[in-house]
């Protein structure tokens, strides 16, 4: 028996003794366009200074800097390919969002700050990269390692094109550390396309769900949900919500509905042992930030989700849509309480294309919460 792995997919562990006759590549601020032996050709860039003794080929070009309010393209790749891993450094924001177009659409199948793509939606930019929180997430396709270190693996494929960009919404210019690794060779016809979705509503209306994801349609596999919550008003638990999969000829009930936030997430009992939260971060799983109450301005505690749907994807072939509730209880009478918190979510998923146009994305303003 012969077998081979002709196609630019990574299908796992055993498959990579098995020869293929895919090609691989990287981008980077030190081979931008991922040509073989394009890399460490630079002659300026964020590190001449700092090479200055030391010459062509010793890091002239680390990263790149997005001048506040500008769009910076990372990569626009010719097809049949696929993305394999996405490495980010450095600072982040909310106001730093990533888009991928898939095969030449006008509309993104990705939309999201970088920090939520990450699983990492309540980092607070700071002037100084080193300093501020830091939280870590291992999970299989996510991962954020000190100090931010931020690293995505999920199987991106595309037939025609590839074009990310990541557009700078701050009022300062960011030195953006990235690296994009690919490969390139046959894709196979039934494979569908990587989407992503952010969505917030800051503060949820009582008796309203929050959407996660709509208005999808197509053929597909939905493979992970993150989420992020910040409390308003009174205490008590919070995480009653059921989350509600609507599946193609859905309307009024879905045809998954959970128990509740935690259990979703793979806790139970409200996540709390010995009278304290506890968080955790595994491959397919987490609740991986509680942040308390740390100083007279940063009063909200907040929570830090994700869920992935690697092993039990949830599939659809024409239409899906996603809802959680947000609801908890009272402290008297044992009933529950209707929230208003603050929600935010990013949905992951494949389709087939085309992708319809999502939702108008937050204003900057909108997307910043906190204070420094």
Same mark, same amino acid.
């Given at each position: 028996?012969?077998l081979?792995?002709d196609?630019?997919?990574?299908l796992?562990?055993?498959?990579?003794?098995?020869?293929?006759?895919?090609?691989? @590549?990287?981008? &980077?601020?030190? =081979?931008? =366009?991922?040509?073989?032996g394009?890399?460490?050709?630079?002659?300026?860039?964020?590190?001449?200074?700092?090479?200055?003794?030391?010459?062509?080929? %010793?890091?002239?070009?680390?990263?790149?800097?997005?001048?506040?309010?500008e769009?910076l393209?990372?990569?626009?790749?010719?097809?049949?390919?696929?993305? #394999?891993?996405?490495?980010?450094?450095?600072n982040v924001?909310?106001?730093?969002?990533?888009?991928?177009?898939?095969?030449? #659409? &006008?509309?993104?199948?990705?939309?999201?700050p970088?920090?939520? !793509? !990450?699983a990492?939606?309540?980092?607070?930019?700071k002037?100084?990269? !080193?300093?501020?929180?830091?939280?870590q997430?291992?999970?299989?396709?996510?991962?954020?390692?000190p100090?931010?270190?931020?690293?995505c693996?999920?199987?991106?494929?595309?037939?025609?094109?590839?074009?990310?960009?990541?557009? =700078? +919404?701050?009022?300062?210019?960011?030195?953006?550390?990235?690296?994009? =690794?690919y490969?390139?060779?046959?894709?196979?016809?039934?494979?569908?396309?990587?989407h992503? #979705?952010? +969505?917030q509503?800051?503060?949820?209306?009582?008796?309203?769900d929050?959407?996660?994801?709509?208005?999808?349609?197509?053929?597909?596999s939905?493979?992970?949900?993150?989420? /992020?919550?910040?409390?308003?008003?009174?205490?008590n638990?919070?995480?009653?919500?059921?989350?509600?999969?609507?599946?193609?000829?859905?309307?009024?009930?879905?045809?998954?509905?959970?128990t509740?936030?935690?259990?979703?997430?793979?806790?139970?009992?409200d996540?709390?042992?010995?009278?304290?939260?506890?968080p955790?971060?595994?491959p397919?799983?987490?609740?991986?930030?509680?942040?308390?109450?740390?100083?007279p301005y940063?009063? #909200?505690? +907040?929570?830090?989700?994700y869920?992935?749907?690697?092993?039990?994807?949830? @599939?659809? @072939? /024409? @239409? !899906?849509?996603?809802?959680?509730?947000?609801?908890?209880?009272?402290?008297?009478?044992?009933?529950?309480?209707?929230?208003r918190d603050?929600?935010?979510?990013?949905?992951?998923?494949?389709?087939?294309?085309?992708?319809?146009?999502?939702?108008?994305?937050p204003?900057?303003?909108e997307l910043?919460? %906190?204070?420094?």
């Open positions: 028996m012969n081979n792995c196609t630019a997919l990574s796992g562990l055993g498959t990579l003794p098995l020869l293929s006759n895919s090609v691989s @590549r990287s981008i &980077s601020p030190e =081979n931008p =366009n991922g040509r073989p394009g890399g460490g050709r630079a002659t300026s860039g964020t590190g001449l200074s700092a090479a200055r003794d030391l010459g062509r080929g %010793w890091k002239i070009s680390p990263s790149y800097m997005i001048p506040a309010g769009v393209t990372l990569a626009d790749i010719e097809g049949p390919g696929a993305i #394999q891993s996405v490495w980010f450094g450095g924001s909310k106001n730093l969002v990533l888009r991928i177009y898939w095969d030449g #659409q &006008s509309n993104p199948s990705v939309e999201c970088i920090t939520d !793509f !990450f990492y939606g309540w980092a607070r930019a002037s100084n990269s !080193f300093k501020g929180p830091f939280y997430v291992t999970s299989l396709p996510v991962a954020v390692n100090n931010k270190g931020c690293n693996f999920w199987t991106m494929p595309f037939q025609k094109h590839c074009l990310v960009t990541l557009e =700078n +919404r701050m009022d300062v210019d960011y030195a953006c550390y990235y690296q994009i =690794n490969a390139l060779g046959d894709v196979p016809e039934n494979s569908s396309y990587f992503a #979705q952010y +969505r509503t800051f503060p949820m209306t009582a008796g309203k929050h959407t996660i994801l709509d208005g999808v349609s197509g053929r597909g939905y493979v992970g949900t993150v989420l /992020s919550v910040g409390l308003n008003g009174a205490g638990w919070w995480g009653e919500g059921e989350l509600k999969f609507f599946l193609d000829d859905d309307e009024e009930f879905p045809t998954i509905c959970n509740g936030t935690e259990d979703y997430f793979g806790g139970s009992y996540w709390e042992v010995d009278g304290k939260y506890v955790y971060s595994t397919y799983m987490g609740m991986h930030l509680v942040e308390e109450q740390g100083s940063h009063h #909200q505690q +907040r929570f830090s989700l869920r992935w749907h690697i092993m039990d994807p949830i @599939r659809f @072939r /024409s @239409r !899906f849509r996603l809802t959680i509730q947000d609801l908890g209880w009272m402290v008297l009478g044992k009933k529950y309480l209707q929230r603050d929600i935010a979510s990013v949905a992951f998923w494949y389709q087939t294309l085309p992708t319809a146009p999502f939702p108008k994305f204003a900057p303003d910043e919460v %906190w204070g420094d």
